[in-house]
C-alpha cells in the first residue's frame, strides 16, 4: 500500500496542480478594455430589447445566458466560440432546442439533461457551438418557456444585439472581430520555419479535441515562442561568429572578365561590390550575368563570352564593369547584432545572403541561410 502511494504521489501532485488558478498573461489595459466592452454592450442590448418588449408587453426582455456569452465576446474576441455566428446561431439553436425539450418531456430533470445534451449536438452540426448556448437551453427548461416566440425575442435578438454592440466596439479599439485569419507571408526560404499551417491542421485532427484558439492565431504563437526561445538561446552567439569572414568582393570598376572569373573559380553564389573605401555598393550574381548576356542556352557560352571581354574601343555599348550590373537589392548587419534577431530576416523575407558590416560600416564578412542553419542546429543539439 505505502509502495502504490508513493507512485501515485506525482500524479496525484500534478491533478492538484491543475486545479490551482492559472496565471492571464493580459495587460492591465486590456482587463479594463474588455471590462469596457461588456458593460457597454450589455447596456445596448439591455435598453434596445426594453423598448422592443415593453409596447409588445413581451417577457423576459433579456436572459442571463448572454453575460457569458458578453464575456467571450469582449474578453476572448479571437476565440472561434466567441465569433457572431456563434453567439448568434448558438443561442438561438439551443434555445429552439430547450423549447422542444420542455415541450415534450414533463419531467424536469430528464428534459434539462437533454436539452444541454441536444444543444451541444445542435451546435456541433451547425458548427455554432457557444458555451452560453447551453445555459440557454438549461434557462429555458427551468422556466419552463414553451412559447416559440422566445427563440426569436429574447434569445436570437439579444444575440444579435450583443455581437453588433461587439463589432463596433472591437472594431473601435483596433480588436479582431470578427477573427480574420491574416494570410501566411509567402516567402522563397521558409526553411527556418519548422511548423507550417498544414502541420497544426494536421496536429489538431489528430488530437481529435476543440482547442479553443484560431489556426492562424496557434500559428502566430508558435512562430512567436520559436523567435523568443532562438533569442534565449542564441543571445550569447553575434553575426561575427557565424559569419564567412573577408569575403571576396569587387570593387565598382573590376572589368566584367575579372568578376565572372572569381564567380567562376569560387562558385560563388553572390559577390559583393564596394567602393575604394570597402563600403558595400551594390552585389553581383552569376544570374546577372547570365541575363545581361541573353540568348538561348545553346548560345549562351559565346553571348557570355562576348560580354565579359574587354573592348579596345575608348567608348562600349555593352557593361564593361562590374558596377555597371551590380544590384542594390541587399540586406547589411553589423558585427555584433545577435543572431537570433537574424533569423526572421532568413525566415520570413526569403533571404539568401546576408552582409556583414564592421564598425567603420566596411564589408567584413558574409553570412548565408546554411550558416545560421547551421548555428541554429548546433545551439539545439547542445541544448538537448
Known amino acids: 500500500m505505502i509502495f502504490v502511494a508513493k507512485s501515485m504521489t506525482p500524479a496525484l501532485k500534478l491533478w492538484l496542480d491543475a486545479l490551482k488558478p492559472k496565471p492571464l498573461p493580459v495587460s492591465g489595459l486590456e482587463r479594463m478594455r474588455s471590462g469596457l466592452g461588456a458593460c457597454l454592450g450589455i447596456g445596448f442590448t439591455a435598453l434596445i430589447s426594453l423598448l422592443i418588449a415593453k409596447p409588445l408587453g413581451l417577457s423576459p426582455w433579456l436572459v442571463a ?3 457569458a456569452s458578453a464575456v467571450l465576446v469582449f474578453a476572448v474576441p479571437a476565440s472561434p466560440l466567441a465569433q457572431p455566428w456563434s453567439v448568434i446561431g448558438g443561442n438561438t439553436v439551443s434555445a429552439i432546442i430547450g423549447l422542444i425539450c420542455a415541450h415534450m418531456i414533463p419531467d424536469p430533470v430528464i428534459a434539462a439533461s437533454l436539452a444541454v445534451s441536444l444543444a451541444i449536438l445542435a451546435m456541433f452540426a451547425t458548427r455554432s ?5 447551453g445555459a440557454m437551453a438549461l434557462l429555458v427548461v427551468l422556466t419552463h418557456t414553451t412559447s416559440p416566440w422566445f427563440a426569436l425575442f429574447p434569445a436570437f435578438t439579444n444575440s444579435l444585439l450583443l455581437v453588433s454592440a461587439g463589432i463596433v466596439f472591437n472594431t473601435l479599439t483596433r480588436r479582431n472581430y470578427p477573427h480574420i485569419a491574416a494570410p501566411a507571408p509567402k516567402t522563397e526560404d521558409n526553411s527556418l520555419k519548422r511548423v507550417s499551417a498544414e502541420d497544426i491542421a494536421a496536429a489538431l485532427s489528430q488530437m481529435d479535441t476543440l482547442i479553443d484558439i484560431a489556426p492562424d492565431d496557434l500559428e502566430k504563437l508558435l512562430t512567436l515562442s520559436e523567435r523568443h526561445a532562438y533569442q534565449r538561446l542564441m543571445d550569447h552567439i553575434r553575426a561575427r561568429d557565424i559569419m564567412t569572414p573577408n569575403p571576396i568582393h569587387v570593387e565598382f570598376g573590376t572589368p566584367l572578365e575579372d568578376t565572372w572569373a572569381l564567380i567562376q573559380k569560387y562558385r560563388l553564389k553572390l559577390l559583393p561590390v564596394t567602393d575604394k573605401a570597402g563600403r558595400v555598393i551594390g552585389v553581383i550574381t552569376a544570374d546577372d550575368m547570365l541575363r545581361q548576356a541573353g540568348g538561348t542556352p545553346a548560345d549562351m557560352r559565346e553571348h557570355l563570352k562576348a560580354l565579359v571581354k574587354r573592348t579596345p574601343l575608348p567608348y562600349s555599348s555593352k557593361p564593361e564593369v562590374a558596377g555597371q550590373l551590380m544590384s542594390s537589392d541587399f540586406k547589411t548587419a553589423d558585427q555584433g547584432a545577435d543572431v537570433a534577431t537574424l533569423v526572421p530576416l532568413f525566415a520570413d523575407t526569403g533571404l539568401h545572403h546576408l552582409l556583414v558590416l564592421d564598425d567603420t560600416r566596411r564589408l567584413c564578412g558574409i ?18
Do not use: N
Open 65 to 67: 445566458p448572454l453575460g
Open 129 to 133: 457551438l457557444h458555451p452560453p448556448g
Open 367 to 384: 553570412i548565408s541561410a546554411s550558416d545560421l542553419m547551421r548555428a541554429v542546429y548546433h545551439v539545439q543539439k547542445d541544448a538537448a
